[in-house]
């Protein structure tokens, strides 16, 4: 049976004492929640707080980037060790917002800036190799834009992004990994991603990690994250291939978070 996980990604909300305040708040709700696996990723100027607000309770810190080099000149980046020292123990990895798939860039902005704020699918494989290397649990994404969607290509954007993410992996490495499909075009938009086709996706790259771990594909978690809120978790929670999601906009509240973790209990 796959413990249920609800990771709250705060993205580039919250200061230092908000993001206090509202992990206090979510500890209050749902700290003792031992039926979840529950996980605040908040800026890495919020960290500090969140990891200390939350230490002691049943909700861990976790970042939403991570340099795959322990350390050396490379201004503005943070390391696996740094994250572990502050007591993170999750990473978001390959989200889509940093891959560069998401939303409309500035129409001033120059071309070259947007490499910037892209992962591919090599430093997708990087990151997530050097977070299991110094003890964090990468939360990998993986999903398709609307054209894709469109083009009828999901599935293979879905498993190239998954079988590249898995290279040079051993099994146990991929087996101590969470996964995330994320259809691009519904994060942040109010879209979600229909139910049973969530679940058939999700069911299908459970099918790809198969290819590499065998029967301990069961033993993996795959979370849904594309506007999940309190509205519609318990029909994908309900789903037999969704252990969880990876939540925007509603896990910056605490109300609307603890919903989910409580919809997500239920399936437990």
């Given amino acids: 049976m796959r413990k249920p996980m609800m990771a709250g990604n705060w993205k580039?909300?919250?200061?230092?004492?908000?993001?206090?305040?509202?992990?206090?708040?979510?500890?209050?709700?749902?700290?003792?929640?031992?039926?979840?696996?529950?996980?605040?990723c908040a800026p890495f100027v919020d960290l500090c707080a969140v990891a200390k607000m939350t230490d002691g309770s049943?909700?861990?810190?976790?970042?939403?980037?991570?340099?795959?080099?322990?350390?050396?000149?490379?201004?503005?980046?943070?390391?696996?060790?740094?994250?572990?020292?502050?007591?993170?123990?999750?990473?978001?990895?390959?989200?889509?917002?940093?891959?560069?798939?998401?939303g409309v860039w500035p129409k001033d902005w120059p071309e070259e800036l947007h490499a910037v704020f892209m992962d591919?699918?090599?430093?997708?494989?990087?990151?997530?190799?050097?977070?299991?290397?110094?003890?964090?649990?990468?939360?990998?994404?993986?999903?398709?834009?609307?054209?894709?969607?469109?083009?009828?290509t999901t599935d293979t954007i879905v498993?190239?992004?998954?079988?590249?993410?898995?290279?040079?992996?051993?099994?146990?490495?991929?087996?101590?990994?969470?996964?995330a499909y994320e259809p691009v075009w519904a994060i942040g938009t109010g879209e979600v991603c229909e139910a049973d086709e969530a679940n058939r996706v999700c069911g299908m790259i459970r099918g790809v990690l198969a290819e590499r771990v065998c029967c301990g594909a069961q033993n993996i978690r795959i979370l849904y994250g594309g506007s999940m809120k309190p509205d519609n978790v318990d029909g994908l929670m309900v789903q037999p291939e969704i252990d969880g999601g990876l939540v925007g906009g509603a896990a910056l509240k605490a109300d609307s978070f603890a919903c989910l973790v409580t919809a997500a209990a239920k399936t437990a």
């Fill in 12 to 40: 580039m909300y919250k200061n230092r004492d908000e993001a206090r305040a509202l992990a206090q708040e979510i500890v209050a709700l749902v700290g003792a929640e031992e039926a979840v696996d529950i996980v605040l």
């Fill in 58 to 102: 049943k909700v861990s810190a976790g970042a939403q980037d991570v340099m795959w080099i322990d350390e050396g000149a490379y201004t503005g980046e943070v390391s696996t060790p740094m994250l572990v020292a502050v007591g993170c123990k999750y990473v978001i990895v390959g989200h889509s917002e940093r891959r560069g798939r998401f």
């Fill in 120 to 152: 591919n699918d090599v430093s997708v494989n990087w990151k997530a190799r050097a977070a299991l290397a110094g003890g964090l649990t990468p939360i990998i994404c993986c999903g398709e834009t609307i054209d894709e969607r469109h083009a009828g």
């Fill in 159 to 179: 498993r190239g992004q998954i079988l590249a993410a898995m290279a040079e992996m051993t099994e146990e490495q991929i087996g101590a990994c969470v996964f």
